[in-house]
């Protein structure tokens, strides 16, 4: 992890309780200092900086994220110098799209946008309180989570006619358990359906309901 700030050290914190032996490096010593104890190594160290990256080991890594928020050019030479060192997996966070199209051009495997990212995030539950949660599968398919209204309880999701809103039934939970969609379980006030479709659709599903 390269860039030890809110963003950078809560992935960090968050792949070391995974279970991933998990380097975070940073020029500042407060912001190292405050994962030390929560991951493998914690390093005061410059990312620009290609030899130090080298000495530091980096290309044993299965991944590097950058996640330098403050200075574009350091983002820019962490990222060149990740690739330089050997790095198999680089991914970066960008402050904005004229960065992402940058760090892009130069090789970052994927570049993460996480106000936009988050803001449509909000946005789409914002727009439907019956979305829990959802993500994009790539390709203009997404992954979404919604409550059951109180019309569809007692419904069974073999009623639901998904087909016509061109989606499909990933999965029903109720709590953390999976009901097994074969038996096509009546529908519970506490149940949340997975479908899978294009926004738009997913979209209409959700206002409909």
């Known amino acids: 992890m390269i860039g030890l700030g809110a963003f950078g050290s809560t992935v960090a914190v968050e792949l070391a309780r995974m279970g991933a032996y998990v380097l975070g490096v940073d020029l500042e010593d407060r912001r190292v200092a405050h994962v030390a104890e929560e991951i493998a190594e914690a390093k005061i160290l410059d990312a620009t900086d290609e030899a130090a990256l080298r000495e530091a080991g980096l ?88 409550d059951v209204p109180p019309p569809l309880v007692g419904r069974r999701p073999g009623e639901l006619d998904l087909a016509r809103h061109h989606l499909r039934m990933l999965a029903l939970m109720r709590g953390t358990r999976e009901l097994d969609l074969a038996g096509d379980p009546e529908l519970a006030a506490e149940d949340h359906l997975v479908l899978l479709g294009r926004e738009d659709d997913l979209r209409s599903f959700g206002d409909a309901l």
């Open 59 to 146: 290309d044993r890594y299965g991944a590097v994220l950058v996640a330098i928020g403050e200075s574009l050019e350091a983002s820019i030479l962490a990222t060149l110098n990740a690739r330089l060192v050997g790095c198999r997996t680089v991914w970066v966070k960008a402050r904005d799209k004229t960065h992402h199209r940058i760090l892009s051009r130069i090789g970052a495997d994927r570049v993460i946008l996480p106000e936009i990212e988050m803001g449509q995030h909000v946005a789409q539950m914002l727009h439907n309180p019956l979305v829990r949660d959802y993500a994009s599968l790539g390709n203009g398919f997404f992954a979404m989570s919604l």
